[in-house]
């Protein structure tokens, strides 16, 4: 069981070359309350893998990654894999990091050998980028490399006990992956540069902000890099725009909010949905005001979790 992160500082465009190395360094804060559970279990039926999300999702993608774990990891015999999670999936709560972070973690329970950091989080970051960085808890770094310090906690969870809420809009037209998303900005966006070098300010100030519990420091820093994250996507040919009218409203709702005194800030990932951070004191006042914006239809409720776990071991019948 794995749970789903939020980008403080995004990570928007790979590096070219081999290994899908991300082109910046990001950091997210994994979140308790949205949890993807990996069941899988060898199977001694069949000759290929089987796999299934539940509910339906792109089950081409997560065969081959089940292939490419078992070539990793050392597995000699099929899997059977079955991967849900508590939230909508494919609605731009990165539920492909909590799932392929889940399956990561419970197919490293059947390696022969115990499996580095590194090598998971490589393997994690085929399924999806941002995957690697939910195999960890807390406030946590991801940066180029294939070393076992690319990705990495910088705070804990009990550290800093912020209120992450989550505000679903109606669905809209489908969002384009981050995967082409990310590489139609890096190749035609002509502001990419200019969002790699204020990503590198946006990080610094991030980590000085949860070094020191500071909303004030951390609340401005993370909306400017969600914003400049969509800028350059914008810029894009042809251009990425994924918010709906209500992620805007939503927008406008947090400032005001700011406006009216409460200290509440936004971000957004590749979809039209609006991810708020704020006291846990405020967090009451916060989902009423959400929640009265029209096109939102629900707010999901988390704070700062912890890494994967392992729910039950593979029995030990299994060939190891
Ligand atoms: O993990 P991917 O490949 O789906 O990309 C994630 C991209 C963003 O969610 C927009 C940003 C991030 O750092 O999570």
Redesign the pocket.
């Known amino acids: 069981m794995a749970r789903a992160?939020?980008?403080l500082?995004?990570?928007?465009g790979k590096a070219a070359g081999p290994g899908r190395q991300?082109s910046n360094t990001?950091l997210?804060v994994t979140l308790d309350g949205l949890l993807s559970a990996a069941r899988v279990e060898a199977w001694r039926e069949g000759a290929a893998d089987r796999a299934a999300w539940v509910p339906p999702g792109p089950v081409a993608d997560l065969r081959r990654f089940v292939e490419l774990g078992r070539r990793r990891l050392g597995i000699t015999y099929p899997l059977d894999v079955q991967v849900t999670s508590n939230f909508p999936v494919a609605a731009?709560l990165?539920s492909?990091?909590s799932a392929y972070a889940a399956l990561t973690t419970a197919m490293a329970a059947f390696a022969p050998e115990p499996p580095s950091t590194s090598l998971l989080a490589v393997l994690a970051?085929h399924?999806?980028?941002?995957?690697c960085?939910s195999l960890l808890g807390g406030f946590v770094q991801?940066r180029p490399g294939d070393d076992d310090g690319a990705v990495t906690q910088i705070a804990p969870p009990e550290h800093w006990p912020l209120t992450i809420l989550a505000a679903l809009t109606e669905t809209g037209p489908k969002r384009v992956?981050?995967?082409e998303?990310?590489r139609r900005t890096a190749t035609t966006s002509p502001f990419f540069d200019a969002w790699l070098a204020a990503g590198r300010t946006d990080l610094s100030v991030v980590r000085e902000a949860v070094a020191s519990r500071d909303l004030s420091l951390l609340g401005p820093a993370i909306e400017r890099n969600a914003l400049r994250?969509h800028a350059t996507a914008l810029g894009a040919d042809p251009p990425l725009l994924?918010w709906e009218p209500a992620t805007v409203s939503a927008m406008r709702a947090v400032w005001r909010l700011r406006e009216a005194g409460v200290p509440a800030f936004f971000t957004?990932?590749?979809?039209p949905q609006v991810k708020v951070l704020c006291e846990p004191g405020d967090a009451d006042r916060v989902t009423t005001a959400l929640t009265a914006v029209p096109g939102v239809v629900r707010v999901l409720r988390s704070r700062p979790g912890d890494g994967p776990r392992i729910l039950s071991e593979p029995p030990l019948w299994v060939p190891r």
């Open positions: 992160n939020v980008a500082v995004k990570y928007w991300p990001s997210s731009g990165a492909s990091a970051r399924g999806s980028g941002s995957a960085r991801w992956p981050s995967r998303g990310m994250m994924y957004i990932d590749a979809g």
